[in-house]
């Protein structure tokens, strides 16, 4: 007996509608009017120089990096307010012991991703066993972290900054992993063929990329592997497209919800190396805010607030876009104060077009 | 006869001073489509629950192919090859068909040294298993969201015989749809019968039971108010059983009697 019927309700979706399904198509569109925009208005003030892009690349690659990890948990339906202060925690963590007592910048670091961890299992653990909105549980880890860092910093330093690191770092084994630059053969040879201009003194105007930006291509593309390719993945957008029904077909929502708190708190850790060991200091107020900036580009990006349905590349547009609009209205000469006005409605624009995207890919018929 | 695949003796049940079940006897056969029928309040939600390894009973039996055993919890009920499909389905509807049906058991596939899920093979299964049971889909790859109800349903009960349910307890499977998609999920109930499967259908509607029903229990206020062969007993027979039926006959007096009142 064959049901086979033909259904004649079936059409060829055209590729417009097939591409308007992917949760990164919004960003990946504002991406290309972005730089149209700034290729009109910016094209020769050098924001498109080697230097120009490696700069622009260089702001986006640091958030990109928090962004990745924000978009996991996002997806999972969880929020990380927490990691904004958790970055100033992480670079006092890296930046007191060499400082203070001499112990190997290596060890410090190692540290400030251990201490991350715990945070981040904490709030994983507060948010799954009490059932309170992560917004509410890591807006207090938000506040306390803040207080601790600048507690415990004035209490050991008597200020609340810690600057001299670089003393320490530059001969430490770890530092070219988060702070050295790569690629610098290439680029030497490409400023001989002239595609990247010279400074005055001859030597190419970017001595090689900066390793952040490997990190953020590398973070992105592993996060989307993981939630494309793995079980893991399916257990993410299950997890908070509808916990009880994945709960009920034996997803482990906890432990997935308590792992992505780890990684997003790892990726806290991450960004605030890069930073502490590429100028060399460290402050108790570094961070303010990334807990939103990640969320505005994991928003751009197209993953939902409610969470279920986003994408890790989506996020990496998205940071990508901040970098190029926070460096455009630099060199432009924009007045910077306008960054933030620009930021927040190209967010709300974003989400107005994902709900329309997501309201078209879930049409039934 | 066929050793029943589960079996329920003399289960009873109390939350507090309520009695939610009292001496309820309940079983199913292979191939053997087994209605459950009552009213809300009668104490089917605590048999699907019993029988799901969600509660455990206070007095009682049961029996799981002629053994006894305990639920010890319902991945352990399902386990012993006993499906619930709950009325919320248990689906995600952002994501798409071919990972709701995997969803907890995806299928991996060994690259380099990585477990990766297998997509592919996930696409290809879940479309295979729904059309041989009369789903066409589109692509396995829309999202559970753009189905209709029955769809969903179908989706849901396939999943559970893919996966090697040999009871499969369906509760409500047909009541928030409309008369054709129902008729879908009549035919799958159906076919899954015709699989050796021993189905437990959980309604209200006698109209849909009785369709697809080989016997039927009637559960009233906590209690078992018989079980009876369909050759037994008759569609109006088992309306008037139910709650409703003496009602309803009371209720078209009462209206005869208030319009000829009017005239």
């Not at chain 1, 670079?91 to 991350?116: Q, T």
């Not at chain 2, 192919?65 to 006993?82: A, E, M, V």
């Not at chain 2, 009541?175 to 999920?185: C, K, R, T, Y």
Request: proline content about 3%; charged content about 15%.
């Amino acid at each position: 007996m064959s049901l086979e019927v033909k259904d004649e309700r079936v059409r060829t979706v055209p590729l417009l509608g097939r591409l308007l399904s992917r949760p990164e198509l919004g960003a990946i569109a504002g991406t290309v009017l972005i730089f149209l925009f700034f290729g009109i208005t910016a094209g020769h003030s050098g924001l498109f120089s080697a230097k120009g892009i490696v700069n622009f690349l260089e702001v986006s690659a640091q958030l990109g990096i928090l962004a990745a990890a924000v978009a996991l948990l996002m997806i999972a339906g969880e929020f990380d307010l927490s990691i904004g202060s958790m970055i100033g925690f992480a670079g006092i963590i890296i930046a007191i012991p060499p400082i203070m007592w001499d112990w190997p910048v290596w060890a410090s670091v190692l540290l400030a991703f251990a201490s991350c961890a715990f945070v981040g299992y904490l709030n994983g653990l507060i948010v799954v066993h009490t059932g309170l909105p992560s917004f509410i549980v890591t807006l207090g880890s938000l506040f306390m972290l803040r207080g601790l860092t600048l507690g415990v910093t004035r209490g050991i330093t008597g200020r609340t900054q810690a600057s001299g690191l670089h003393e320490y770092s530059t001969g430490d084994w770890i530092t070219p992993f988060f702070a050295g630059q790569v690629f610098k053969t290439p680029i030497r040879w490409l400023a001989e063929l002239g595609v990247i201009g010279k400074r005055a003194d001859g030597l190419p105007a970017i001595s090689g990329i900066p390793v952040s930006i490997i990190w953020w291509i590398g973070l992105t593309l592993f996060f989307t592997w993981l939630l494309m390719r793995t079980r893991f993945g399916n257990w993410i957008f299950a997890s908070g497209g509808e916990a009880n029904a994945a709960r009920n077909m034996g997803v482990p929502v906890a432990r997935t919800k308590i792992t992505l708190f780890v990684m997003t708190a790892l990726a806290a850790a991450l960004f605030a190396t890069i930073q502490v060991l590429v100028t060399g200091s460290a402050d108790t107020l570094r961070g303010n805010l990334k807990e939103f900036e990640a969320i505005i580009a994991v928003v751009i990006g197209g993953t939902l607030l409610t969470g279920g349905y986003g994408s890790a590349i989506g996020a990496m547009f998205g940071a990508l876009i901040f970098g190029v609009v926070q460096m455009g209205i630099f060199y432009t000469g924009i007045d910077t104060d306008w960054f933030k006005l620009f930021m927040g409605a190209m967010m709300v624009v974003a989400v107005l077009f994902n709900s329309y995207v997501r309201a078209r890919a879930m049409r039934s018929r | 006869m066929d050793t029943p695949l589960v079996e329920l003796k003399s289960v009873s049940k109390y939350f507090g001073s309520v009695i939610a079940l009292k001496d309820v006897s309940f079983d199913v056969r292979p191939g053997e489509v087994h209605c459950l029928l009552g009213d809300n309040g009668a104490g089917k939600s605590t048999l699907i629950k019993v029988l799901s390894g969600v509660h455990s009973p206070d007095e009682g039996e049961i029996l799981v192919g002629g053994t006894h055993t305990r639920f010890n919890s319902p991945k352990d009920t399902l386990d012993k090859g006993i499906a619930t499909v709950y009325q919320d389905l248990a689906l995600v509807p952002l994501m798409s068909v071919a990972r709701n049906f995997f969803l907890g058991r995806e299928p991996l596939k060994k690259t380099w040294f990585l477990h990766q899920f297998d997509i592919e093979y996930a696409n290809r299964t879940a479309y295979k298993e729904l059309s041989d049971m009369g789903i066409q889909l589109r692509n396995p790859e829309q999202p559970v969201g753009t189905l209709s109800g029955g769809e969903r349903q179908c989706l849901a009960i396939a999943r559970a015989i893919h996966f090697g349910a040999k009871v499969l307890i369906l509760d409500e499977p047909t009541s928030a749809l409309g008369v054709h998609q129902a008729s879908v999920v009549l035919k799958l109930i159906v076919q899954s019968k015709a699989r050796g499967i021993g189905v437990i259908f959980i309604s209200h509607n006698v109209h849909h039971a009785y369709v697809v029903g080989d016997r039927f229990t009637l559960l009233k206020r906590g209690k078992s108010a018989g079980t009876y062969q369909k050759n037994e007993i008759s569609r109006d027979q088992l309306l008037n059983l139910m709650a409703g039926g003496k009602e309803l006959v009371d209720l078209e007096q009462e209206i005869i009697k208030l319009s000829n009142g009017k005239r």
